[in-house]
């Protein structure tokens, strides 16, 4: 017996090849009907013989595209329409859309083979893609995804294209990016005033240019990289000197995984990462050394080639291993515009391979480890950014849109529209002019993506009042504004990616710096709650001084003096093996006269106030660079016993800790175990709160989130010692553990508040 259903599909199911699955599929099972894209994902009516319909159900789900994220799939019957057979129709619009877009994609294997097969059409070209992979969210202008919504618009096919657009059996039906080298963008190069075409051949000059040990500036996916060799010690001092990158470590690019496994002690875990369709920067173990590319430190970030260009490159003979760097002076977001890229890359770069096709926006590569509790995600953008990654439990009354601001250091913003929480790609530091620029563009661009109405929104932004996102926030015309706080915002992060919304739990927040409820700067905090209740502070790290504020965070002697201030019969740190500058002196001054001088309960700092003991007495060139110092010597040293850092009456005492430091630095035992001892005092410390506080209050899940949890050896730790235990311990997976979550944290609380109210 015939009969109809309606068919709505809900994922990531535009714009990866998932019409002309569903085509396909139907016309095997000779049903009639119809498909199309609409604003919430793919809407299908398709009519047959029920055992048949219920077959077309189960390859629906079974058999999708790689690239797809089925979320839903909800069937309704309906009328028979007599149709006669099954069609792709045109796009729908009637509402505002809440499709989750597609992530940019590596180039398929299919892709690669035509774009090595000499005589193919799309031989050596550049832009090659199907269905199957290359450009999403970076060449998307507009909902629904289709050509004219795209960056591709002012490339009209030829008629080649045009055929294979057309046609249902070719896996270039409906690829809105599609092109061919007669009807397409290209690439070209620019070397001063001259600028040569043809891309093979600028492919080959590329390539002799990074051979001589030159500095290219590669236009990719989503803005553009700087790449050299990595092996050209002179190429990559030049590298460093004009970006101003003094320091923080360069990502590498190899051709494959064979070359990656050369490099680095790659996992099963972090191979999976490396070869995922994302294709993240993972940080793994070096094996190697390359000269200048991560100084003091024993992590190399590797990754492969993902677009078309990136494999030319290669196949034309480029170096085995890549500097490829973010195109940007430090701290600056990546350029991906054509003109600002001349204009701000002009002293950075020797040349410019420059694409035609204008990137809708920018976005740079992800970051990632295969850590000790599941994959970390440390930069969520290219591969990640903007899938949605958590579906928020609201009621119709509660269903307004939520707009949350994130963090001023590596910002992010989360949208929430009609339950789906769609995170952006990474900003960057809003204390950066362009960074700040580009939190304004993300902004614009979630709200006009999405067709979202300010005064429908509820905007969420930090505690903090003098973060630049909250000013910026409270300018805004929302309907109405909460403010929640930033270590609350952490733990929550947790838990909307789990879609805990009820789960109570113990969780521990560690970072640098985030303002309290009590206007002092937190930083080592204990709560108890969750996202339906509320997170009640229970414990933290014992306050102490913090001379200059913000500006201790770059010095960690300064941060040093602040801590050790509390120190009773702390040994001279005017003498060997203590070499501090004056700023010390300076920075104890304050803290005598209470001057300049605030209240803080930073593990960050603790961190920092440890570096400075150790040696690390110089001003840091990039955010945690003295704390990863701490850990990579740590990493040298024997597993020894930890220091005292006693839990007494909700608190972390660092006294006994920092003491014990300080003694056996003028006993000079060797710094590494030093650095051991204390890093096995923190991951203790930790271990010692789960066991007081989760009996106590009657908890069996704990969530440890915030920029200290990035510390693999401290989680490796905290794993071993509560190994057995039967707590469940849950960290970040789908965004980073760092600030970049803080922007999901912030609108899981203002859902659930919304929601109770």
Known sequence: MASASLIRVRGVVQGVGFRPFV??????????????????????????????????????????????????????????????????????????????????????????????????????????NCTNCGPRYTVILGLPYDRPNTTMKHWPFDAYCDREYHDPANRRFHAQPVACPQCGPHYYLRIGAETIRGDERVVRETVALLRAGKIVAIKGLGGYHLACD????????????????????????????????????????????????????????????????????????????????????????????????????SSEPIAYEDGDAFERLGGIADAFLVGERPIARRVDDSVARAGALGPAILRRSRGYAPGAVASFPLDAKASRPILALGADLKNTVTLVVERQAFVSQHVGDLDHYDAFRAFEETIRDLMTMYEVRWEDTLLVHDTHPEYRSTVYGLRLPAAERLPVQHHRAHV??????????????????????????????WGGEVFVGSLASGFERMAHLRQAALPGGDAAAQYPVQAAAGFLAQVDELPSLGEPPFSFPGRYQTAKQLVEKNVRTFRTTSVGRLFDSAAALLGFTREITFEGQAAMWVEHLAHEGRNTDAYPFPFVDGELDFRPL???????????????????????????????????????????????????????????????????????IWTNHAVPTNDGGISLGQAAVAALQSLAG
């Not at 050394?289 to 196949?315: C, V």
């Not at 969780?507 to 206007?519: L, V, W």
């Not at 920092?658 to 006993?667: C, E, G, Q, S």
């Not at 506080?693 to 050896?713: A, C, D």
């Open 658 to 728: 920092l003491l014990a430091v300080a003694v056996d630095r003028v006993k000079v035992r060797p710094r590494e175990e030093i650095a051991r001892a204390f890093q096995r005092a923190v991951a203790r410390s930790v271990v010692g709160v789960v066991r007081s506080l989760s009996g106590k209050h009657g908890v069996s899940t704990v969530v440890l989130s915030g920029g200290v949890f990035q510390n693999e050896m401290l989680l490796e730790d905290v794993r071993a010692m509560l190994a057995g235990s039967p707590l469940q």
């Open 492 to 521: 929550a992060s947790v838990l909307a990616e789990r879609g805990a919304w009820e789960e109570r739990v113990l969780g521990i927040s560690f970072d640098g710096t985030g303002f309290g409820d009590d206007g002092s700067i």
């Open 230 to 329: 990595a092996r050209h010690s002179a190429a990559v001092l030049a590298m460093r000197e004009r970006k101003f990158r003094k320091e923080k470590p360069f990502a590498v690019m190899v051709e494959t995984a064979a070359a990656a496994q050369k490099l680095v002690n790659l996992s099963a875990d972090a191979l999976e990462l490396l070869t995922s369709i994302a294709r993240p920067i993972v940080l793994a173990p070096a094996k190697v050394i390359l000269e200048g590319i991560a100084p003091d430190n024993r992590e190399l970030g590797i990754m492969l080639p993902y677009a078309p260009l990136q494999h030319m490159l290669f196949s034309a003979g480029a170096p085995q291993v890549l500097v490829m760097t973010s195109a940007n002076r």
């Open 23 to 128: 085509y396909r599929i139907a016309c095997e099972l000779g049903l009639a009907g119809w498909v199309l894209n609409g604003e919430e994902g793919v809407v299908i009516h398709v009519e047959g013989g029920e055992p048949l319909l219920a077959k077309f159900l189960d390859r629906l789900k079974a058999e999708a595209p790689p690239a797809a994220r089925i979320v839903s799939v909800d069937v309704a019957p309906v009328e028979m329409a007599g149709f006669g057979q099954f069609t792709i129709k045109e796009s729908e619009r009637a509402s505002r859309p809440t499709v989750r877009i597609s992530p940019d994609l590596p180039v398929c294997a299919e892709c690669l083979q035509e774009l090595s097969t000499t005589g193919d059409r799309r031989h050596q070209y550049p832009y090659i």
